[in-house]
């Protein structure tokens, strides 16, 4: 690092931006969508974005690559790169910048299904840099080397789908680094990727970084993933960059009312350390910064309770059909042997990385997946023992909220009709009861009741997410299985509907079959925690117990691997790891092994035999 | 509780496509379909109103005269104050009014087969999609088995079994397209059976016909209107088909189909009007009806997929 510090002493920022403003034209008006913004990025340094959806991050950075259609927007303003103005070239020379000086890289990979890994390297190499084909080739496998794919000579002629998420990901970043490029643009690069494979990426740009003295601007919404990544830190909201920092500054005090209100909302791993039960996130105005106290939470669970919901030795197994004749040639063993408990009034988080059978699991106790055996015992009757009206009834007592906000509401009905529907279908009263006891859930929920005649697409995400709520309330359910249900929404939206669920919690008495992969908020809202591992519990246990002090080395590789808020650690390089999320595909004659869990301390299981191998540890918390 | 997610307001989401405001302003932006559809509003209207702008009724055997018959387009009625525009046949018919009748049945006919056509299939189809298994592989074999025999076929078959008549021949059309319908209202009705909503009411406890009916139905329209309309142009071209062969509609109701047929023999005397406005008129009628439709499935469906 130190020959550089000079380099960038005596020459200016490499990119600079001045009162960007860039405008869309919609129905034939001009409407700004990014006002006045300016912002500097060093030599070597790393800059990151972050904003809530629809802050004008992403539209920043394709401001600058210029990738927006002339014809429908408008950017004014001054996008100096290395001294020249990015605006006032031609566009013959912008293309010479575009992936040469200023490479990109985005969420989702952009490579053509039908070229193998090795053709996109081969293509860019010749074309940029006028390789040879077989200098081309040996350069492609270097960078895969670089990226760390492991055995990068044999892959480069996989095609796409033959990668997996995270591998994928590290073949654009071969890519991207292929010219090597000055400035490198990652737009939301790790938010579609698993935590522990988020954590191998950003060690990764951290790294490649660090050797090419490059320059990163990250686009994110994620603090943890700003703490941990970079220098400088640009805050935007609504198409204005609100504040702009050092990172440890804007963590430590920031000036702006709306980043407090967004630090205020983001889980932060630990903060939880000591509280048994779940706690409210502080609410902070985006207008003023000022806080509302937090209520204290109040004790819902009663220990001696009969749990609301028993599951004993669930199994759920899909067959994989294959071969000339569709023969059964091996089975996914989504869910294997899972047993638990959920009593009143508590929350229990199913937690785990993709592939894990944590949705599994739910959708079985919804039966909306078949089991294959076990047991779903809910108020003491036995689910699979119903036939199809005692099915009906028994869905009124557990409930689901899903993911997606956009997809989980039918877009021809009003969200009247939605709320009514189950009320009425299953004739608990008439429908004019149906329409008050909908307005009067609308309320509860945080809307207004004059809002019963619209359409979903009237509402944002976190709008509808509470609608969901609303529906799924309507029955009066005693335990509500949410399915990643806030998962999908902004910080703050996230933190308020988190909130809701609590103070419904408290209300109602519901309880929640939590299922998340987001550890952070996971620590903020259960009684207890299971830890999910290619369909199995490794651990189990009360929150505050599997947190403060995890027992199963998986367990120990989620928590190391979330994004922690701490700019401080950011300069602790914590190794890189190749390790890919295993599936849990097995042959059909595949028996599973009896497990056995020891009891570390009341209530806390974790699975005996650490032979399930997880890969090494990478990093431990202080 | 806080109300800060209500700063941003409503979301501005991009309308569905199938919001009829919409789908208006799409037509001024395509002028070619903007122009098909107002053809085809005046041919509707046409039809319709047929009784009361045709310059006689054709069937209407007091007000035929022999003597006018064989005229070419432009001649005179005797001793009536007619023009017959577009010729007579024959027994004297004027062929303008014979055409705006022809239309009526011929639209009767192609609107009517299409429509139950696309209430069958589409349920079927519906069914399949959500039931699965079985009877989804079943349901889709037999779709399969029909779409593989050429239509025309199987409709001169059933029209040879069942005989002659409007009738017969709507539920000859019925039959031979209700299998188009089925897969397509499969095919959507599967992407959205995948969606979370179904599975929210499913979870509600909301009755199957509901979910069917009420769920899935509404939102697998899109497409299906889109295959409708090409589909009308199809049963109508195939109705003209079958009347000139002789099997479709019988002579006391002729279509356009029908009446090329029977101007057809005199076309090598150079007659050639009896059977050559008939054929312009179902052309225009046929092309309108598949720009609109074209339209349709571009509006609908961004990607250009049938």
């Known amino acids: ?622 | 509780m806080s109300d800060t997610d209500f700063q941003a307001g409503p979301v501005a989401m991009p309308v569905r496509a199938g919001s009829f405001k919409t789908l208006m302003r799409s037509f001024r932006r395509a002028p070619a379909a903007l122009l098909a559809l107002i053809v085809l509003s005046i041919i509707l209207l046409v039809a319709l109103s047929a009784p009361f702008l045709a310059p006689q009724n054709p069937y209407d055997l007091l007000q035929l005269d022999i003597m006018d018959g064989l005229l070419p387009p432009g001649s005179e009625a005797l001793g009536r104050d007619l023009v017959y525009m577009l010729g007579t046949d024959g027994q004297g018919r004027d062929m303008l009014s014979a055409i705006m009748y022809g239309l009526r049945i011929s639209l009767f006919v192609g609107i009517v087969s299409a429509i139950t056509a696309a209430l069958i299939g589409a349920t079927i189809g519906l069914i399949a999609a959500y039931t699965g298994g079985r009877t989804e592989s079943l349901i889709m074999r037999i779709v399969d088995l029909q779409l593989s025999f050429p239509s025309i076929l199987v409709a001169l078959m059933i029209l040879a079994f069942l005989g002659k008549g409007v009738a017969n021949v709507v539920l000859a059309l019925v039959i031979v397209e209700w299998a188009t319908y089925a897969r397509t209202a499969r095919g959507s009705a599967l992407v959205e059976t995948r969606r979370e909503y179904i599975e929210a009411a499913v979870c509600l406890g909301v009755p199957t016909w509901r979910v069917l009916l009420r769920h899935l139905l509404p939102n697998s329209l899109s497409p299906l209107i889109v295959i409708g309309t090409v589909q009308i142009a199809r049963a109508i071209a195939l109705e003209a088909t079958l009347s000139f062969l002789g099997l479709g509609v019988p002579v006391t109701e002729p279509s356009l189909g029908l009446l090329i047929s029977n101007g057809y023999q005199y076309m090598l005397s150079g007659q050639y009007w009896m059977s050559f406005y008939p054929g312009i008129a179902l052309l225009i009628t046929i092309v309108a009806i598949n720009m609109v439709g074209d339209h349709l499935r571009e509006t609908f469906n961004p990607r250009g997929q049938a």
């Open chain 1, 1 to 622: 690092m130190t020959g550089h510090v000079s380099l960038r002493a005596e020459a200016g920022p490499l990119l600079a931006v001045r009162n960007l403003t860039t405008s869309f034209q919609q129905d034939g008006l001009w409407t700004p969508v990014l006002r006045d913004i300016s912002f500097d990025i060093g030599r070597s340094e790393t800059v990151a974005v972050v904003g809530e959806s629809g802050s004008g991050k992403s539209v920043t950075a394709m401001s600058i690559m210029q990738l927006l259609p002339r014809s429908t927007s408008r950017i004014e303003g001054q996008i100096l790169f290395e001294g020249n103005d990015l605006l006032a070239l031609p566009d013959a020379e912008m293309r010479k910048i575009r992936g040469n000086r200023i490479a990109m890289i985005f969420q989702e990979s952009s490579l053509n299904p039908v070229y193998t890994v090795g053709f996109h390297m081969v293509e860019t190499l010749r074309r940029h840099r006028g390789f040879s084909a077989a200098q081309a080739r040996k350069e492609a496998v270097r960078l895969l080397d670089r990226v760390r794919i492991p055995s990068a000579a044999s892959r480069l002629d996989d095609y796409a789908h033959q990668f997996s998420g995270g591998m994928r990901q590290r073949v654009m970043i071969a890519i991207a680094l292929a010219c090597k490029p000055r400035l490198l643009i990652a737009d939301e690069p790790t938010t579609a990727l698993d935590v522990t494979i988020q954590a191998q990426i950003l060690e990764l740009i951290k790294e490649l970084q660090d050797q090419d003295d490059m320059s990163v601007m990250f686009i994110t919404h994620d603090m943890g993933v700003v703490a941990e990544i970079s220098d400088r830190t640009v805050v935007m909201y609504h198409g204005n960059a609100v504040e702009e920092g050092p990172t440890s500054q804007i963590f430590s005090s920031p000036q702006a009312p709306y980043t407090r209100a967004l630090l205020a909302a983001v889980p932060r791993l630990g903060s939880m350390r000591g509280l048994q039960d779940p706690l409210r996130f502080p609410v902070v105005s985006k207008k003023t910064g000022l806080a509302e106290p937090v209520p204290a939470s109040v004790p819902t669970v009663d220990p001696a309770a009969k749990p609301i919901l028993e599951v004993r030795n669930l199994v759920t197994r899909f067959d994989i059909k294959g071969g000339t004749f569709g023969g059964l040639t091996g089975r996914v063993h989504a869910v294997e042997n899972v047993s638990f408990d959920l009593r009143p009034g508590e929350t229990l988080s199913l937690v785990g990385e993709s592939g894990c059978g944590k949705s599994t699991t739910g959708r079985s106790i919804m039966r909306l997946t078949q089991p294959s055996s076990g047991q779903i015992i809910v108020e003491g009757t036995e689910m699979s023992a119903l036939n199809r009206n005692g099915l009906r009834q028994m869905r009124k007592q557990v409930q689901m909220i899903f993911q997606d906000p956009v997809a989980s509401l039918n877009a021809r009905m009003t969200i009247g009709e939605a709320i009514t529907e189950p009320f009425l279908a299953h004739r608990m009263g008439t429908r004019s009861q149906a329409r008050d006891k909908a307005a009067d859930l609308l309320e509860r929920v945080g809307l207004r009741a004059d809002m019963l005649n619209r359409l979903p697409h009237e509402f944002s995400g976190g709008q509808r997410q509470r609608i969901s709520l609303a529906r799924a309330l309507i029955l009066d359910p005693k335990l509500i299985v949410a399915d990643e249900s806030v998962s999908a929404l902004d910080v703050s939206v996230k933190a308020q509907v988190v909130n809701l669920l609590l103070e419904l919690q408290e209300r109602l008495g519901l309880s929640y079959l939590f299922i998340s992969h987001d550890m952070a908020v996971v620590e903020r809202v259960s009684h207890r925690v299971a830890v999910m591992y290619l369909g199995e519990i490794v651990e189990i246990g009360p929150r505050d117990r599997v947190f403060s002090d995890p027992q199963h080395p998986y367990t120990k590789k989620l928590i190391s691997a979330v994004p922690i808020s701490d700019p401080e650690r950011r300069n602790i390089r914590n190794g890189l790891s190749n390790d890919e999320i295993k599936s849990p595909i097995r042959p059909i004659n595949f028996v599973p092994p009896q497990r056995d869990y020891a009891e570390v301390s009341p209530g806390h299981l974790v699975m005996k035999d650490a032979a399930v191998s997880v890969g090494p540890i990478k990093r431990t918390r202080p």
